[in-house]
């Protein structure tokens, strides 16, 4: 199968797609997104859009591995260690200079590291500051995963050890997460390109996931985000994830990777 000659009715699978899956593939950079398709078709035997539709229609197995190669759901632990460091050391505490408890989310939180680790540290850094972490992705599975709450020991390369001994306990499916750490998250299934969301929060998390976003699909999220967030409030985004040319939004930068609503 060459590339070319199917590559005219990647826009039917695009239409073909989006009424099972809610995923409308045309807010993501088309030619990542076709050679992720192309590769999982060629893998698994499937030679042309159509005939691998009807097999995406009849086949659940089938179906959820798709879903989950094109939506990428790698994660860890306070990934990316330096911005959990600035985050501690001075968007907290500026943040917790608004009296009110704090209102986290984690968008496209995948199996539930990120909004955990925004947990862990207000339970260990700010003990005494109330707060709720709200995480949401797409993907149904990785949301069970993170209630699940169970964890391989690759989830926490970047871990300090005392939290893996402070909120987690060994069993022999892994490292579970303690109900303490959990009782402050609540998780939400989304899709942060259609549906709406909450306001008022004071700091929202979106990294590593809008890597294969076109970039319209970008500036209008990052608008619903400005939209969501308090005044004074902040964005937190992923380490190759840049605001340029979005002064519009009335986001400034506080530090690389946190932008705050003025
Ligand atoms: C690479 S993970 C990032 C996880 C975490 N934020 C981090 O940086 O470690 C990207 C996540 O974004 C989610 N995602 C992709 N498109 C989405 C959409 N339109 N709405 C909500 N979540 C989406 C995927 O399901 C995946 O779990």
Same mark, same amino acid.
């Given at each position: 199968?060459?590339?070319?000659?199917?590559?005219?009715? %990647?826009? =039917? /699978?695009? +239409?073909?797609?989006?009424?099972?899956?809610? &995923?409308?593939?045309? *807010?993501? !950079?088309?030619?990542?997104?076709?050679?992720?398709?192309?590769?999982?078709?060629?893998?698994?035997?499937?030679?042309? %859009?159509? =005939? /691998?539709? +009807?097999?995406?229609?009849?086949?659940?197995? &089938?179906?959820?591995? *798709?879903? !989950?190669?094109?939506?990428?759901?790698?994660?860890?632990?306070?990934?990316?260690?330096?911005?959990?460091?600035?985050?501690?050391?001075?968007?907290?505490?500026?943040?917790?200079?608004?009296?009110?408890?704090?209102?986290?989310?984690?968008?496209?939180?995948?199996?539930?590291?990120?909004?955990?680790?925004?947990?862990?540290?207000?339970?260990?850094?700010?003990?005494?500051?109330?707060?709720?972490?709200?995480?949401?992705?797409?993907?149904?599975?990785?949301?069970?995963?993170?209630?699940?709450?169970?964890?391989?020991?690759?989830?926490?390369?970047?871990?300090?050890?005392?939290?893996?001994?402070?909120?987690?306990?060994?069993?022999?499916?892994?490292?579970?997460?303690?109900?303490?750490?959990?009782?402050?998250?609540?998780?939400?299934?989304?899709?942060?390109?259609?549906?709406?969301?909450?306001?008022?929060?004071?700091?929202?998390?979106?990294?590593?996931?809008?890597?294969?976003?076109?970039?319209?699909?970008?500036?209008?999220?990052?608008?619903?985000?400005?939209?969501?967030?308090?005044?004074?409030?902040?964005?937190?985004?992923?380490?190759?994830?840049?605001?340029?040319?979005?002064?519009?939004?009335?986001?400034?930068?506080?530090?690389?990777?946190?932008?705050?609503?003025?």
């Amino acid at each position: 199968m060459s590339y070319t000659s199917i590559a005219n009715t %990647y826009e =039917d /699978f695009v +239409k073909g797609f989006h009424p099972k899956s809610g &995923l409308d593939l045309k *807010f993501y !950079k088309q030619n990542q997104m076709q050679r992720r398709i192309l590769s999982f078709m060629n893998s698994h035997g499937h030679p042309a %859009y159509p =005939d /691998f539709l +009807k097999a995406l229609n009849s086949d659940p197995i &089938l179906y959820d591995a *798709f879903f !989950k190669h094109l939506t990428i759901n790698v994660s860890q632990f306070f990934r990316d260690a330096n911005q959990w460091k600035t985050l501690r050391e001075t968007i907290i505490p500026l943040l917790l200079q608004n009296k009110a408890p704090l209102k986290l989310w984690s968008a496209g939180c995948s199996s539930g590291q990120e909004p955990y680790s925004l947990a862990m540290t207000m339970m260990n850094y700010f003990s005494n500051a109330k707060f709720t972490v709200l995480g949401t992705d797409i993907d149904v599975n990785v949301l069970k995963q993170a209630k699940d709450g169970i964890y391989k020991q690759n989830d926490f390369a970047s871990t300090p050890p005392e939290f893996l001994q402070k909120y987690f306990t060994p069993s022999d499916k892994g490292y579970q997460i303690k109900a303490s750490v959990q009782n402050n998250v609540n998780f939400q299934h989304q899709n942060l390109l259609t549906d709406r969301f909450q306001t008022n929060f004071d700091f929202i998390a979106c990294r590593n996931v809008v890597i294969y976003f076109t970039e319209e699909a970008k500036e209008m999220l990052y608008k619903k985000f400005t939209d969501s967030l308090r005044l004074g409030g902040i964005l937190f985004t992923g380490s190759t994830e840049h605001l340029f040319g979005m002064n519009h939004l009335g986001l400034k930068p506080v530090s690389s990777f946190f932008y705050q609503k003025g």
